[in-house]
């Protein structure tokens, strides 16, 4: 069995295998997409690739529990992945300041984030701690307040949270890094990998407790691990390449030294 809050160097199917059944609380899977030169990312299907991710992880998942999936938006088309998790949402994280290459067709502008239950009702759903503000002026928040309810149609005032709404399934208030992020651990791992700690910060608050043990297969730099140091998650990473796992565990080290660390 693995030791809680460490990061393996190994394949990740490999390892899957030493994590007992039904023991993870949520699993953050920033994996292949299948999109760039890089050698790991040569995949000759990521459905298929993603299928055999999804049935694995369905087994280390407790009842009730969370798989975030990314990919790019066809990443989990034509597979039955319903005899092992239940999808509830295809979340598009927007990205709309990326360049706008294509020319016979329309560029892409996002990525998706699969969120997979396994059962029919998520365990944790802790949405007061991902809440994102209202944005609303106050003169159309008024006249909102008058609109029929699309649930019965009855006219009725809007419930307003000042605590701020649900970020919905569209995230476009997270910007990618760029070469300038502050948090960046290096211009190799911006081209292909590094996430914004933000977004990784989103799924681990709304879809985890403290204590709970968060599975992230594929490491990278370690932006979940970190997430999870800050806010007092255990984990346990799993990440091929020797230099990355180096990067990540120095990266924990400095989020060790400095816990108060702002994301
Ligand atoms: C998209 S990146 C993850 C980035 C990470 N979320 C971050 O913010 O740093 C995917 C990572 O998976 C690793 N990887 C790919 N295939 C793997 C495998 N079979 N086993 C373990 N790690 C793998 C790659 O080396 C790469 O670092």
Redesign the pocket.
Known sequence: MLERNTIYC????TLLNKIEDASVDLIVC???YGVTNEP?DQIPSIQEFNLALIEKFAQKLKEGCALYLFGKPDCIDFIDYRKFLNLRSKIVWYQPSRLAQGRISYTNNYDIICYFVKGERPKCYNLDAIRISQLVELEHRLRCENVPSVTNGKFGRTKYNPKGKNPGDVWGDIKQLTYKSKELVSRK?LN????PEKLIERIVLASSSPGDLVLD????????PVVCKRHQRDFIG????PD?VKAASQRLHECHNNPDLPL
């Open positions: 190994g394949n990740t199917f920033d994996g292949p790991w791992a292909t990998i590094q996430k297969p594929f490491v990278g730099v370690g932006t979940c799993f990440e091929i390449q990355f």
